[in-house]
Every structure is written in C-alpha cells, then in structure tokens.
Nanobody, 114 residues
Framework: DVQLVESGGGSVQAGGSLRLSCAASGYTVSSTRMGWFRQAPGKEREGVAS????????WYVDSVKGRTTISRDNAKDTVYLQVNSLKSEDTTQYYC????????WGQGTQVTVS
C-alpha cells in the first residue's frame, strides 16, 4: 500500500509563502500523478495543482497560477507545493493525493493566512 504524509502547513501573514511537502512511502511506482487539493468546511474539494512524475508536466487551478509551483523529487518520492503571495482565501486544509485516479490520500495539513 501507499502512505502519504503532508507537512509544511502553518500560519502565515497575507503575502507570505509556504512550502508544503508530501512524502510517499510503501509500494510506489516511478511514474504516476500526484496532486494537491484543498477543502474548506462546507465547500467542495478543489484541485490546486498536479504533476506527472514521469515527465513533470503540471497543471494549476486558475486561482493559484503565477504564484504557485508544484515540483517533485523522485529520489525522495516527495512532491512539493510552493505557494507565494498567500491570500486569506487560501486558508484551508490541504491534501496530497497520488495515483492515476488519486487512489491514495494523505491526512492533510492546515494552512491559515491572516
């Protein structure tokens, strides 16, 4: 099985930056899709960014384009989400997911922007 552990969340002032990490362990494959999602209470889950570890192709939701970078370190089986110019509306729980159908999910990390 695959386990995902997110880290890097926290409280930051508006305009600041955070780098979230998602470390995978267990049975993993070299080429797969990993994504970051967020979900605020009472709202639908939203895809934030994704990366295909095979060729590093990426996708971003419009609301974070230009201030967010998703990247990966295949040797560490870790995916990162660098978010700059944080806004209050970025406040929520962030989750990483892995797999062609995002079969595996982490427990989430909280980002609070004040």
């Amino acid at each position: 099985d695959v386990q995902l552990v997110e880290s890097g969340g926290g409280s930051v002032q508006a305009g600041g930056s955070l780098r979230l990490s998602c470390a995978a362990s267990g049975y993993t494959v070299s080429s797969t899709r990993m994504g970051w999602f967020r979900q605020a209470p009472g709202k639908e889950r939203e895809g934030v960014a994704s990366i295909y570890t095979g060729d590093s192709s990426t996708w971003y939701v419009d609301s974070v384009k230009g201030r967010t970078t998703i990247s990966r370190d295949n040797a560490k089986d870790t995916v990162y989400l660098q978010v700059n110019s944080l806004k209050s509306e970025d406040t929520t729980q962030y989750y990483c997911a892995r797999g062609s159908m995002y079969e595996y999910w982490g427990q989430g990390t909280q980002v609070t922007v004040s």
